[in-house]
Antibody, heavy 117, light 111 residues
Framework: QVQLQESGPGLVKPSGTLSLTCGVS?????????WSWVRQPPGKGLEWIGE???????NYNPSLKSRLTISVDKSKNQFSLKLSSVTAADTAVYYC??????????WGQGTLVTVSS | QSALTQPASVSGSPGQSITISCTGTSSDVGNYNYVSWYQQRPGKAPKLMIYDVSKRPSGLSNRFSGSKSDNTASLTISGLQAEDEADYYC???????????FGTGTKVTVL
């Protein structure tokens, strides 16, 4: 069974960098899939953040692109997200997911990241 | 890239059928058969319900079905059950640089 698990600090200071990792089990990060990040501000809808292929190819949401880095660590079977210069608007539950072509079939449970001093 | 438009809420009685619409543009829903639907219960991660407009993941109830006409995709839940009460989001591939866009979300209430 494929499982994804987000991990990282739950509190980040304004202007700091939000860093999260998604550990994958039951599938290889090197398989022919894209791996993505999606976020959801409290009480609001879903927003697509970006995705990465095991080769390192990435696609980013243009609204976040200047602050965003998604990377993959094949040795640890995980991928990561870094979002710099965060503000309160970046407070959200962050989900990682496995993508099959054009949809996400497995999702992590999500992790709440709060941006506050 | 604006979010796809969904009704804020839809309700129905047990056993009834309801349909949730998802309206986009020719850059997304209208030009690609890559619309997916997700169910999200409170405090839980989204769950894939429909992909490629009308395909169901293995093991999912056939009470859930999807379709598309022009720039609008739809999710129909037939034989509504109390367990169907949740938020539902559509998502489409888009030719814009955003690549994927979600809908605004619809809260389904079982009366």
């Amino acid at each position: 069974q494929v499982q994804l698990q987000e991990s990282g600090p739950g509190l980040v200071k304004p202007s700091g960098t939000l860093s999260l990792t998604c550990g994958v089990s039951g599938d290889s990060i090197s398989s022919s899939r894209w791996w993505s990040w999606v976020r959801q501000p409290p009480g609001k809808g879903l927003e697509w953040i970006g995705e990465i292929y095991h080769s390192g190819n990435t696609n980013y949401n243009p609204s976040l692109k200047s602050r965003l880095t998604i990377s993959v660590d094949k040795s640890k079977n995980q991928f990561s997200l870094k979002l710099s210069s965060v503000t309160a608007a970046d407070t959200a539950v962050y989900y990682c997911a496995r993508d099959l072509l054009f949809y996400s079939d497995y999702w992590g449970q999500g992790t709440l990241v709060t941006v506050s001093s | 890239q604006s979010a796809l438009t969904q009704p804020a809420s839809v309700s129905g009685s047990p056993g009834q059928s309801i349909t949730i619409s998802c309206t986009g543009t020719s850059s997304d829903v209208g030009n690609y058969n890559y619309v997916s639907w997700y169910q999200q219960r409170p405090g839980k991660a989204p769950k894939l319900m429909i992909y490629d407009v009308s395909k169901r993941p293995s093991g999912l109830s056939n009470r859930f079905s999807g379709s598309k006409s022009d720039n609008t995709a739809s999710l129909t839940i037939s034989g509504l059950q109390a367990e169907d009460e949740a938020d539902y989001y559509c998502c489409s591939y888009t030719s814009t640089s955003t690549r994927y866009v979600f809908g605004t979300g619809t809260k389904v209430t079982v009366l």
